[in-house]
T-cell receptor, first 117, second 113 residues
């Protein structure tokens, strides 16, 4: 199957700093990438949808100035958590879709665990 | 709006026993249905999907699911589980344009020897 790589897999940062998480599709061109946040014992919460070359579409309640998403190429999307606070600590997961190839199948990265001290 | 409900947060079962993981969805329009599995320390991967056709869908590792439109359900079943099936299972729905996916809260399957 297709491979999506997420980096870093875990990161610890101080409150007030910014953290960037990368999501790469290694063997296919991802027309659309999704960013999710996973809370313990809860479902994956969709944060935003990004299409290559255009601005991300954020879900209601997600601060676009805090969670900056860039989808500069068909193989790379980045999520930057700006001025991180302890409440931003979570597991962030990216996924990618290539409509022609996958017929709706999402390919997931391994996730990035962010801990803000 | 769409939503997905997985009522069972944890399902313990003995090895070689059958298992059913329940999934119900709510949608005002037709949707596609998916089951994903997340093994410990790994990303989610697709188990099976229903897009159209036969309502009984077979997936990897001996799992199958049946789409029931009248009951808005998509329960996942396996006749005989293995220790290696221990994982968290997520049900998801998507609209026809695949622009959004909605996930249930997950069910942790714990297979005991």
């Amino acid at each position: 199957g297709a491979v999506v790589s997420q980096h870093p897999s875990w990161v610890i940062c101080k409150s007030g700093t910014s953290v960037k998480i990368e999501c790469r599709s290694l063997d296919f061109q991802a027309t659309t990438m999704f960013w999710y946040r996973q809370f313990p014992k809860q479902s994956l919460m969709l944060m935003a949808t990004s299409n290559e070359g255009s601005k991300a579409t954020y879900e209601q309640g997600v601060e676009k100035d805090k969670f900056l998403i860039n989808h500069a190429s068909l193989t790379l999307s980045t999520l930057t958590v700006t001025s991180a606070h302890p409440e931003d600590s979570s597991f962030y997961i990216c996924s990618a879709i290539s409509g022609a190839r996958s017929r709706g199948e999402l390919f997931f990265g391994e996730g990035s665990r962010l801990t803000v001290l | 709006a769409q939503s997905v409900t997985q009522l069972d947060s944890q399902v313990p079962v003995f090895e070689e026993a059958p298992v059913e993981l329940r999934c119900n969805y709510s949608s005002s329009v037709s949707v596609y249905l998916f089951w994903y599995v997340q093994y410990p320390n790994q990303g989610l991967q697709l188990l099976l999907k229903y897009l159209s056709g036969s309502t009984l869908v077979k997936g990897i590792n001996g799992f199958e699911a049946e789409f029931n439109k009248s009951q808005t359900s998509f329960h996942l079943r396996k006749p005989s589980v293995h220790i290696s099936d221990t994982a968290e299972y997520f049900c998801a729905v998507s609209l026809y344009n695949f622009n959004k996916f909605y996930f249930g809260s997950g069910t942790k399957l714990n297979v005991k020897p």
